[in-house]
């Protein structure tokens, strides 16, 4: 109980932040109770002057409350089901850019992690060049060969910062799930649990120079990209250290035109690039904003920060191939088959009838060029679709349908007349070839002999494990299921206590708790 106060307080305050930057503006509330639309106007009474409110009212709140908010920010503006189209159109602004902590600081936290005064690691170590929530970067030379790398340093104090607004976060979900049958099919608590586990991975940047190297072989014969090296001598938990990248950022269009570089070839290199890895490894850069990709003097492309990476399972690949060829081919239902076979759709509904529904979304979108795509209508479409046929959220797709997102803005902004259904294609049906055709197919059978010869090599293991099963449940059905005097003990005491919290406390919860699941999800 303790505890759910802390959490309450301190998201007190981000509502006090949401209030002053004008976010509370922007809820619809013509479909709320009476009691909340005062409380919504009582709240706003701390709305800056509107000459000082900014155009992206919500972004600017989320980088006001810190690190762990713009993550946040990050991850719901590729949810608009969950806090609708107005603020994820707003979130799209939002920029993972902070100010850089100090430079001392920094060269403290390098000599740490490494366990080496600085001047013996590196000839010189400049200023930040980058800083963003988690850790900045530093241009620097490494002092045995004189190579210029990045350096890129965790922020002091940063991970306790991050659990404390995640708990608040879990805390919010977990009764917005009890009290909501649309927060329990949107998965509020796993996809706060995806948020944390992709914040912990990159809390350790040892994990990000193992997804670098593991990259680098995936793609070491793949045309038009690349990824730095890992310089494994000068890297720790709380330190990276990579080559160093000449290169042209992608979100430069003008300089990347006066380079001569083509801009079409490269909006095609983006999605088929993105494809390959999410389809052939299922392993992809799951952050593929322009501020992380980089275009050498060469042509290719260069990929940085590798600390949210995604992952996809060969039945994942297959599902997401046969859906992009049927939304290729126009085969709708096919593709609606596959989301049956998935388990994407409840069994109760009608296959035919959810054909129809995603020719809905496919017909409109079909050799369209992208800037004749309303995103914001087809978002709205498929909302109203995933709730119609009961679609329950898919913790382990929400990085897929975050990066398919993001790559595809990318792409528009390099090539507005892209048609991305085109340029998908031929990677979709190298696909398809390679693993539902004849070859795979032998693999496929190939794999199954070996995990058959296992499961009978495990079978008098299994055999005996049973019988000793057996034996136990015929004991607790003769003398019943007994537990220890402590066990009853600390249950009766937990019991107590709950109690004694309860009452005082729940009205405090609901309150402040409907007024947080209002400004969360609608």
Do not use: C
Request: glycine share 6%.
């Amino acid at each position: 109980m303790i505890a759910g106060v802390a959490h309450l307080a301190h998201l007190s305050h981000a509502g006090f932040v949401f209030a002053r930057e004008g976010v509370l503006a922007l809820i619809d509330t013509t479909r709320l109770p009476l009691p909340l639309r005062g409380a919504l106007r009582i709240a706003r009474l701390v709305e800056r002057p509107a000459s000082k409110v900014a155009a992206n009212r919500l972004a600017a709140a989320l980088t006001r409350l810190g690190p762990t908010y713009v993550k946040l920010g990050q991850f719901l503006a590729t949810r608009p089901d969950v806090v609708g189209v107005v603020f994820a159109r707003d979130l799209e602004s939002l920029q993972d850019k902070m100010a850089p902590f100090p430079q001392a600081e920094a060269e403290r936290e390098v000599e740490a992690a490494l366990g080496q005064p600085l001047r013996t690691i590196y000839a010189s170590f400049g200023a930040p060049v980058a800083a963003a929530s988690i850790a900045q970067v530093h241009r620097a030379v490494v002092a045995a060969d004189h190579r210029p790398v990045a350096v890129k340093v965790l922020r002091p104090g940063v991970e306790r910062r991050f659990k404390v607004d995640i708990d608040s976060f879990i805390f919010v979900a977990r009764h917005a799930e009890k009290l909501s049958a649309e927060a329990r099919r949107l998965r509020l608590v796993e996809t706060v649990d995806t948020l944390k586990r992709s914040v912990a991975f990159e809390m350790d940047l040892r994990f990000e120079a193992a997804a670098l190297s593991e990259m680098a072989e995936n793609t070491r014969n793949d045309p038009d990209f690349r990824v730095p090296a890992v310089d494994w001598d000068h890297t720790a938990r709380d330190v990276l250290t990579l080559e160093w990248i000449d290169a042209t950022p992608l979100s430069d269009r003008a300089r990347l035109e006066a380079k001569g570089h083509d801009l079409k070839r490269l909006a095609r290199a983006v999605i088929q690039t993105f494809l390959r890895h999410a389809l052939r490894d299922g392993f992809f850069h799951a952050d593929m904003h322009p501020g992380n990709l980089f275009v050498d003097d060469a042509g290719e492309l260069v990929a940085v920060d590798f600390g949210i990476m995604g992952r996809l399972g060969a039945k994942e690949r297959r599902f997401l191939a046969e859906i992009l060829l049927g939304f290729i081919t126009r085969n709708y239902l096919r593709t609606a088959e596959v989301h049956f076979e998935a388990g994407y759709v409840p069994p109760h509904h009608s296959i035919a009838s959810f054909a129809q529904a995603i020719r809905a979304i496919g017909e409109p979108i079909h050799n369209r060029v992208a800037e004749e795509i309303s995103m914001a209508r087809l978002f709205m479409l498929l909302f109203e679709i995933t709730g119609l046929f009961d679609m329950r959220t898919r913790p382990e797709l929400l990085l897929l349908q975050k990066t398919m997102v993001v790559v595809e803005g990318v792409a528009r902004s390099l090539d507005p007349k892209l048609d991305m259904w085109t340029v998908a294609e031929p990677v979709v049906r190298e696909w398809i070839a390679r693993n539902l055709g004849p070859v795979g197919r032998i693999e496929d059978a190939a794999e199954g002999a070996v995990e058959v010869g296992r499961f009978l090599g495990d079978v008098p293991g299994l055999l005996a494990r049973g019988a000793a099963l057996a034996e136990q449940l015929d004991t607790i059905t003769r003398n019943g299921l007994v537990l220890a005097p402590q066990t009853v003990a600390d249950i009766g005491a937990a019991e107590a206590r709950r109690s004694r919290w309860t009452a005082g406390a729940l009205w405090v919860i609901a309150a402040l708790l409907a007024w947080l699941i209002v400004l969360l999800v609608h």
